[in-house]
C-alpha cells in the first residue's frame, strides 16, 4: 500500500486512508443506504462475438442450456454478496450496455445507492468513468490492482467477503446466496460442494490446495435459494468433482430440488478424466444425478501433460470417451489454446472422434499467473493480458503459433457446431 506521505497531493476527497480507517469511515456513509449492484454486458466487454455467436447455437442442442443477453450465465458474485449484505436494504441491478448512460441512469436514479461492482482488468476501465462521473460510494472486489482506488475516498477495494461486516456491521458472509434480482430467469445456476483443488496444474489460477466441504446446512440453504430460479441443470462449481467426500450428498440435493422443480435434469460437474475413471466413479455419478461433465482435456499431448503436470495421459481418454458414452453423459471437454510449440491435431481428432457424445467445446487462452503457487513454468506474465484466458495475443505469441490456435478453435467450432448431435443427457 501506498504511504500516507503520498496522499498529501491528492485532492481533498481523494484522501488515501489504510483499510480499516476506510472502513470506518464508509460504514457511517452507507447506513441504511439502498444498494445497486451493477454488471457489464458481455455486448460491451466481449469485441470478438464468435464465441458467443458459438455458443448461442451450440446450446440449442442440449435443452435446459441458456445463453442469457448480457452475460453467459448469472453473475454468481451478486447472488453471493447479495446473501451476506444485510436483508433489509433495497436492492437493485443495473446492467450496463453503454457507459455514458449508465452515468446518466445513476446520476438520475441511483444517487443515493452504494455500488457493488467485480472489477476484471476487462472492465476496469469502464469502473474508473464510473466513479469519476458520479458522486456515489463505490465497494469494490476483483483480482486488479487496488492502488487507484486506494487513493478515492469514495471507493474501497475489498479482498475477501469476510470484511464486509467492517462496513455493514449486520451482514453475514455465512448465509447462502441471494437470487431475487435474477427471479425468473432462465439459467443454469451454481452450488458448491467443495473449495479447492489438490491437484498441481501448472497453468492453474489462483486456487486453494486444500479441499475443503461445504456444510450441509450452506448446501442446503443454497439449495432453497434457487427456488424462484427457472433451470433443468444445476452446475457444481466444485474445481474437481469427486475430490471432497460429500459427493453423495447428491441424492439428497435432487430430492430436494425435485420437491419445487419438477424440470430438474440432474447436476453438471466438472472433472479431469483420470479423476472420472478412478474406480467406479462414473458409474456412481450417473446413479446420483450427474448428466453432464466439462473435463480438462486441455491439450491431448503427453508432452504437455506432463509438463502441466495435469492428470491424465492420452492412454486414459479411450476408456474416458467408452464411459461417458456408455453411462450416458454428455462431455464438454476445456480445450487450451496458446502454449508455444502446441500442435493441435490429436486435440481436433478427439473431439472428430466423439461427436456423438461432446455437444460443444470450452476454449481458453493459455495464460499464466505470476506467484500462483502451482506455477513454475519458463513462462511469466509481462503484462495483464498475459493472465487473462480470453485474450488470445500474449506476449509468447509468434505469429504462427497465434495461426495455429485460431485455426483450430475454427476447426473445434465448425465441427461441433455444424455436426447435428446425436447425443442426450436425460
Ligand atoms: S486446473 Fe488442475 S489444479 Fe486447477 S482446479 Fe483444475 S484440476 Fe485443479
Request: hydrophobic residues 40%.
Amino acid at each position: 500500500m501506498d504511504t500516507l506521505t503520498t496522499a498529501g497531493s491528492i485532492p481533498e476527497g481523494h484522501r488515501l486512508l489504510n483499510g480499516r480507517s476506510r472502513a470506518d469511515d464508509l460504514r457511517s456513509k452507507v447506513l441504511g443506504k439502498p444498494l445497486l449492484f451493477i454488471q457489464f454486458s458481455d455486448k460491451l466487454l466481449t469485441k470478438d462475438r464468435r464465441f458467443r455467436k458459438y455458443y448461442e447455437a451450440a446450446y440449442r442442442k442440449v435443452q435446459g442450456y441458456h445463453l442469457p443477453e448480457h452475460f453467459m450465465e448469472i453473475p454468481y458474485w451478486i447472488p453471493v454478496i447479495s446473501g451476506v449484505l444485510p436483508a433489509d436494504l433495497e436492492r437493485s441491478l443495473l446492467i450496463v450496455e453503454n457507459i455514458d448512460s449508465a452515468i446518466e441512469t445513476i446520476n438520475l436514479k441511483f444517487r443515493d445507492h452504494v455500488i457493488f461492482i467485480s472489477v476484471l482488468d476487462a472492465n476496469e476501465e469502464f469502473v474508473r468513468r464510473l466513479i469519476v462521473h458520479t458522486g456515489n460510494h463505490f465497494i469494490l472486489g476483483g483480482y486488479t490492482k487496488k492502488e487507484w482506488y486506494e487513493n478515492n475516498g469514495r471507493c474501497i477495494y475489498l479482498s475477501r467477503i469476510a470484511e464486509l461486516p467492517d462496513i455493514f456491521p449486520s451482514s453475514n458472509p455465512d448465509r447462502p446466496p441471494e437470487y431475487s434480482l435474477f427471479d425468473g430467469l432462465e439459467c443454469l445456476p451454481r452450488l458448491t460442494l467443495s473449495t479447492g483443488c489438490a491437484f498441481q496444474c501448472r497453468f492453474c489460477t489462483d486456487i486453494p490446495l486444500t479441499v475443503r466441504e461445504t456444510s450441509e446446512e450452506a448446501i442446503s440453504s443454497s439449495v432453497s435459494a434457487m427456488r424462484k430460479l427457472k433451470f433443468r441443470y444445476i452446475y457444481l462449481d466444485d474445481k474437481s468433482f469427486g475430490q471432497a467426500k460429500n459427493v453423495e450428498s447428491l441424492s439428497w440435493i435432487g430430492r430436494e430440488v425435485r420437491s419445487y422443480n419438477a424440470e430438474f435434469d440432474g447436476f453438471v460437474v466438472q472433472s479431469p478424466p483420470a479423476l472420472a475413471l478412478k474406480g467406479g466413479n462414473l458409474e456412481r455419478w450417473r446413479e446420483l444425478g450427474v448428466r453432464i461433465i466439462e473435463s480438462g482435456i486441455e491439450l491431448v499431448d503427453d508432452d504437455f501433460l506432463r509438463t502441466m503436470n495435469k492428470a491424465y495421459r492420452e492412454t486414459h481418454l479411450p476408456e474416458f470417451a467408452a464411459k461417458v458414452r456408455r453411462n450416458g453423459f454428455l462431455l464438454v471437454p476445456n480445450i487450451i489454446i496458446g502454449f508455444p510449440g502446441s500442435d493441435y491435431t490429436k486435440t481436433i481428432a478427439f473431439v472428430q472422434d466423439n461427436l456423438d457424445i461432446i455437444p460443444w467445446v470450452n476454449i481458453n487462452y493459455f495464460s499464466v499467473h505470476n506467484n500462483n503457487v502451482r506455477g513454475a513454468l519458463a513462462l511469466t506474465a509481462r503484462n495483464n493480458l498475459d493472465g487473462d484466458q480470453n485474450i488470445a495475443n500474449k506476449s509468447w505469441s509468434t505469429e504462427k503459433s497465434f495461426a495455429d490456435g485460431e485455426a483450430a478453435i475454427e476447426k473445434l467450432y465448425e465441427l461441433t457446431r455444424t455436426i447435428v448431435f446425436a447425443g442426450s443427457a436425460a
